[in-house]
Nanobody, 122 residues
């Protein structure tokens, strides 16, 4: 599976962005997916995850209530809707995939996208 993240950009604090992660390959619907981010000078951190069916979603406390993860298996795409953005959300955002949610959340996903930069200005 190859993953391609997109949708990053520059936005003012309080604004919104939607990230997309599109997969190649025929087995996208078999994978649990997640989003991570890495700010300059900081370690990569988990943001959100979603089960293969889309029936279960999980969020880091730092984004709960502001971000929404979703997926469209027909389009082989997972989304991250980011609302009420804060300057501390500035980071490169990565998508990841694996066959279990715990593996994805732990940052041990087998497949990773290349990242898309989100910059939130104050």
């Amino acid at each position: 599976v190859q993953l391609q993240a997109s949708g990053g950009g520059l936005v003012q604090a309080g604004g919104s962005l939607r990230l997309s992660c599109t997969a190649s390959g025929r087995t996208f619907s078999s994978y649990d997916m997640g989003w991570f981010r890495q700010a300059p000078g900081k370690e990569r951190e988990y943001v959100a995850a979603i089960s293969w069916s889309g029936g279960s979603t999980y969020y880091a406390d730092s984004v709960k209530g502001r971000f929404t993860i979703s997926r469209d298996n027909a389009k082989k795409t997972v989304y991250l809707q980011m609302n009420s953005l804060k300057p501390e959300d500035t980071a490169v955002y990565y998508c990841a995939a694996d066959t279990t949610v715990p593996t994805v959340i732990a940052g041990n996903g087998r497949y990773w996208g290349q990242g898309t930069l989100v910059t939130v200005s104050s």
